[in-house]
T-cell receptor, first 114, second 114 residues
Framework: DQQVKQNSPSLSVQEGRISILNCDYT??????FLWYKKYPAEGPTFLIS?????DKNEDGRFTVFLNKSAKHLSLHIVPSQPGDSAVYFC?????????????FGTGTRLQVTL | NAGVTQTPKFQVLKTGQSMTLQCAQD?????MSWYRQDPGMGLRLIHY???????DQGEVPNGYNVSRSTTEDFPLRLLSAAPSQTSVYFC?????????????FGPGTRLTVT
């Protein structure tokens, strides 16, 4: 039972364009969402997060949108750069005090082409 | 700050052998976790800890033990290795601050069980 789903295993985007990575969840108790970036042979690196009390959070080129009614979130990267090529994981947790207990999606491999 | 460190980086075990994967963090984080990553499955939570002396099971705990005697260390023990435990293991630590947190991941241990 996959509670966090990333239905696109891969995405290719031209440099300078917008990358949109999508994530759906089924557990209505999830109230905190995070995006991680992962390069080969390295651990995941935190990118951006959003609490369920918000519908948007921005950090530089990265923006996360949350649609609670649709149980959907998306990560926008504008403009995309070749260094953004990596696997992106969506993750979620429920309740406070569960900072150690994340449920991850299966990841989307982003390739930014020149 | 070294962040989250994991040793060893690579390990090959024979079926039935036991070993301990080491994890340490120097950020004084309360929360620590162990995940495994398998192809096409994202990261799955094995065990987690919300503080020294407190541990709990995650999604896939069978075949693994943990203990948390200090804030800094969170070792993962494989009791009797099986080929199904071939995976990449990531340790993470996090600090909950109000309504937001992020998990910091170590570089991973690649384990092969033959």
């Amino acid at each position: 039972d996959q509670q966090v789903k990333q239905n696109s295993p891969s995405l290719s985007v031209q440099e300078g364009r917008i990358s949109i990575l999508n994530c759906d969840y089924t557990n209505s108790m999830f109230d905190y969402f995070l995006w991680y970036k992962k390069y080969p042979a390295e651990g995941p690196t935190f990118l951006i997060s959003i609490s369920s009390i918000k519908d948007k959070n921005e950090d530089g080129r990265f923006t996360v949108f949350l649609n609670k009614s649709a149980k959907h979130l998306s990560l926008h990267i504008v403009p995309s750069q070749p260094g953004d090529s990596a696997v992106y994981f969506c993750a979620a947790s429920e309740g406070t005090g569960t900072a150690s207990k994340l449920t991850f999606g299966t990841g989307t491999r982003l390739q930014v082409t020149l | 700050n070294a962040g989250v460190t994991q040793t060893p980086k690579f390990q090959v075990l024979k079926t039935g052998q036991s070993m301990t994967l080491q994890c340490a963090q120097d950020m004084n984080h309360e929360y620590m976790s162990w995940y495994r990553q398998d192809p096409g499955m994202g990261l799955r939570l094995i065990h987690y800890s919300v503080g020294a002396g407190i541990t709990d099971q995650g999604e896939v705990p069978n075949g693994y033990n943990v203990s948390r005697s200090t804030t800094e260390d969170f070792p993962l023990r494989l009791l009797s290795a099986a080929p199904s435990q071939t995976s990449v293991y990531f340790c993470a630590s996090s600090y909950f601050a109000g309504q937001s947190y992020e998990q910091y991941f170590g570089p991973g241990t690649r384990l092969t069980v033959t």
